[in-house]
């Protein structure tokens, strides 16, 4: 059985003249795809690998290709009171007012004001589409919401994080403007889409289609095809029933309008997902069901969706997919989450300009630049000289970019209503900034303590990381998550976040890079990602040890190797761990130091002699 296949790889064109060339183009072409998205998408519900970024992120990597520019992007009404009552029992919405209405829709109880912004997000989102579609139907061509896709919704309740079905709601508002041809639905999210399939079991207008890996709902429905894939299903078989079905359904029913739900939780790095699709796979699928599409009728209007994907590297399916949509048939690869999360912090920073972050505005609102009595004398606690964090940086500066970056506003949606910062300054071992819940400062959330360095890697000047704590005050350890060295309490997931910010620092000061000696195996393991031990003896012995607890999960790796049970091969002599100072380079002249071919070859020279293996418990 035929079955597509992912395009092979075409040659590099350096990065600078592609993005060049696309800011040529889209100055002179109007671009082939319409976005829609608004900031109100986003909600944070805290215990679900859920990346309230994901869209966010999307957008800054189109951005930095320069794929679209930002006044292309329109922004949606919030979906109507008017348009959900066509497409959800009366009833299901007057629940809705009620404490606790989103239980059974979220699977666990959350306060008010998260079910409010939850609410909003939603019908934000479902407006979203309602938008896309009216786009798609009025330009004859393709539109994307940066959201929606909430097929778990029906019309009698909503489950799965789904509250409102949009594509329901967005089929009704174009019926309503005069709208009568027939609709396809292809959902591809990992997920049955069974609410949708409800929304239109009786309308033969509207065929819904969805290959997933569970059936959610067995209901009968007039126009449709519901496909179980059990197990961990691989490119190969999800691209073989996509081409088995899909052209089929388009000659069949002739849509006059497409709606493509292209989840990502199908993906083998999904952090809810049990099917195994490489980046690869997930491309070649997205671009089945386009060009499949076009070539049955080229003008005809599709809508995607990115419904469901879980974990800090979704977007990046998502922007492959996009970036292949607007840039004209190119394949772009997108960067890491820590680098578009950085790219992001650079961009807020460009915008406010160093001077804002490094200063306090005046008394009166204005902005007054000049050193003031409360500068001198601002923190009695600490340095009674100094106010600003590293001599350069204002607790106005910083909260403005906590702020702007969108991380002040993801604590507030997780239930710390008043985040509050606050500095300690020019204390023995650096200066602290730590980040309360709450001006009673009684739960701390973040806390971390930098200094400037000149002694520790002679000829460069580095931003000293002494300390890095993050959590969540309010969340328990449980049977599959428990306490790393050190931990009290779980994580907030704001790691990059935090990463990006002291980067930022070091940047604007301009420093070589940041120092860091983890005090404890995971903080190292975590902390490869972008750090590299500054002694190739370092690198090799770490090398040595990772390879002896690989397996298994970090907790217990980081037990084992500081109990002793990381030993020499030939000796059985314990090797435990010890402190060793990490950097993450940003002059070219460190970038050398750590990464050169003699760094590397003196790596290999340590590693030789070191055979280390991980002894029973």
């Known amino acids: 059985m035929a079955h597509p296949e992912p395009t092979a790889g075409r040659a590099r064109v350096p990065r600078g003249l592609r993005r060049a060339f696309s800011r040529l183009l889209r100055s002179v072409l109007p671009p082939p795809v319409d976005l829609v998205y608004s900031p109100l998408y986003a909600v944070d519900f805290g215990a679900t690998p859920i990346d309230p970024r994901r869209a966010e992120r999307v957008l800054a990597f189109l951005f930095s290709e320069g794929l679209v520019a930002a006044r292309a992007v329109r922004a949606p009404a919030k979906a109507s009171l008017e348009l959900l009552r066509r497409v ?39 407006g979203g589409t309602v938008l896309a579609t009216r786009l798609a139907l009025e330009r004859r061509r393709t539109a994307v919401n940066l959201g929606g896709g909430f097929h778990h919704a029906a019309p009698a309740g909503g489950q799965g994080f789904c509250i409102f079905n949009d594509v329901a709601a967005a089929v009704a508002d174009a019926r309503e403007r005069g709208f009568d041809g027939p609709v396809l ?168 300009g160093v001077r804002e972050l490094a200063h306090e505005p005046g008394r009166d609102g204005s902005e007054d630049w000049e050193v003031t009595e409360d500068d001198v004398w ?55 900034v730590r980040l309360y819940s709450a001006e009673d400062r009684r739960e701390l959330l ?56 002291i980067i930022l620092l070091a940047e604007q000061l301009g420093l070589d890079g940041i120092l860091f000696v983890p005090s404890h195996y995971h903080l190292a393991a975590t902390g490869k990602k972008y750090l590299r031990f500054v002694e190739p003896g370092d690198e090799a012995w770490f090398r040595a040890v990772d390879d002896a607890v690989s397996g298994l999960p970090l907790a217990e790796a980081t037990a084992a190797a500081e109990a002793g049970r990381v030993v020499d091969r030939a000796t059985g002599e314990p090797a435990p761990w010890r402190p060793m100072p990490m950097v993450l380079p940003l002059s070219e002249e460190l970038e050398r130091r750590v990464t050169s071919p003699d760094y590397e070859a003196a790596v290999e020279r340590a590693a030789s002699g070191l055979a280390l293996k991980l002894a029973p418990s």
């Open 88 to 126: 959800h029992d009366e009833a299901y919405l007057e629940r809705l007012r009620h404490p606790g209405a989103l239980t059974p829709v979220v699977g666990f109880e959350i306060g008010d004001d998260l079910t409010e912004r939850a609410l909003a997000a939603q019908r934000y989102a479902t």
């Open 185 to 352: 639905v292809v959902d591809l999210d990992l997920h049955d889409g069974n609410g949708t399939r409800r929304s239109f079991a009786d309308d033969p207008t509207v065929f819904t289609f969805s290959i997933h890996n569970r059936d959610w709902d067995t209901a009968p429905a007039t126009a449709s095809l519901s496909i179980e894939l059990s197990g961990e299903v691989g490119d190969r078989l999800l691209l073989e029933t996509l081409a088995e079905h899909l052209p089929r359904l388009l000659a069949e029913h002739r849509p006059r309008l497409v709606y493509y739900l292209a989840g990502t939780d199908p993906a083998a790095d999904d952090r809810l997902g049990n099917w195994r699709l490489s980046a690869r796979g997930m491309l070649a699928r997205d671009r089945y069901v386009v060009e499949r599409v076009r070539e049955a009728a080229a003008r005809t209007p599709i809508v995607v969706l990115l419904a469901g994907g879980y974990g800090d590297d979704a977007w990046r399916y998502s922007a492959r997919f996009l970036g292949w949509l607007l840039g004209r048939g190119a394949e772009i690869e997108p960067p890491t989450t820590e680098a578009i999360t950085l790219a992001r912090y650079r961009e807020i920073t460009r915008i406010l």
């Open 378 to 432: 601002a923190d009695l606690a600490g340095d009674a000289s100094r106010s600003r964090l590293l001599d350069q940086f204002s607790r106005h500066g910083v909260e403005l970019v906590l702020e702007r970056s969108g991380l002040l506003e993801r604590l507030r949606a997780s239930g710390f209503r008043r985040p509050t910062l606050e500095f300690d300054l020019g204390r023995e071992g650096g200066d602290t």
């Open 446 to 501: 973040m806390e971390v303590r930098l200094r400037r360095d000149r002694r520790a890697l002679s000829g460069f000047e580095m931003l000293r990381l002494e300390w890095l704590l993050i959590q969540n005050p309010r969340a328990a350890f449980g049977p599959e998550r428990t306490p790393l060295p050190g931990q009290k309490h779980p994580g907030l997931g704001l790691l990059k976040e935090a990463v990006a910010l």
